[in-house]
């Protein structure tokens, strides 16, 4: 079984568009978080969040927007998309008491 | 977050011991070091973590100095799956935001036939 998923694996779409991509956790985690990685293979925190905060990293434009649902999903919501979102974002997730985290596979995104 | 410094790259023959080290010489008390990797095009994948203790699991084991100002991770029997990029963190032992992972540019280590 998949323990961190996202979907979709590839999404290209053109600029000014709205998207959303999609994370779920299957191993009782209570925090999860959403990275990017840019061209240059930079990973970066973009938010944490739990059922008690949110951390937005002051460099993550307001277009992105965390959603949770529940504890084992965090989607992401992309809204006027520019080319610079253009990225590998991934998902992971971890438990709020410690120990390593968990990462999806990743979503490429091509904005175009 | 403590800054950490690492090799760009390094070399191992498949079946030696591949041995990453990395300084982090302004960790704090309250600081772990961790370590994860990344195989092309996939997601970073957690591997181990240590206070101030040696520590081991199925994957690697971690060598922390007496003085916690560097590390080592050491994979025993390196093989070809195991070239990748190899992050050291230091962060508090906590899930939260203060726990967010910062990476930097890491090891490429490049496991040779």
């Known amino acids: 079984d998949t323990a961190v998923s996202q979907t979709p694996k590839y999404l290209v779409t053109q600029m000014g568009n709205d998207k959303s991509i999609k994370c779920e956790q299957n191993?009782?985690?209570?925090?999860m978080y959403w990275y990017k990685q840019d061209s240059k293979k930079f990973l970066k925190i973009m938010f944490s969040y739990n059922n008690k905060e949110l951390i937005i990293n002051e460099t993550v434009p307001n277009r992105f927007s965390p959603k949770s649902p529940d504890k084992a999903h965090l989607n992401l919501h992309i809204n006027s998309l520019e080319l610079g979102d253009s990225a590998v974002y991934f998902c992971?997730?971890?438990?709020?008491?410690?120990?390593?985290?968990?990462f999806g596979p990743g979503t490429r995104l091509t904005v175009t | 977050d403590a800054k950490t410094t690492q090799p760009p790259s390094m070399d191992c023959a498949e079946g030696r011991a591949a041995n990453l080290p990395c300084n982090h010489s302004t960790i704090s008390g309250n600081e772990y070091v961790y370590w994860y990797r990344q195989i092309h095009s996939q997601g970073p994948q957690y591997i181990i973590h240590?206070?101030?203790n040696n520590e081991t699991n199925e994957m690697a084991s971690l060598i922390i100095t007496e003085d916690r100002k560097s590390s080592t991770l050491i994979l025993p029997h390196a093989t070809l799956r195991d070239t990748a990029v190899y992050y050291c963190i230091v962060r508090v032992n906590y899930g939260g935001s203060q726990g967010n992972l910062i990476f930097g540019k890491g090891t490429k280590l490049s496991v040779k036939p």
């Open positions: 191993l009782g985690h209570d925090t």
């Open positions: 240590g206070l101030k």
């Open positions: 992971a997730s971890s438990q709020t008491s410690g120990g390593g985290q968990y």
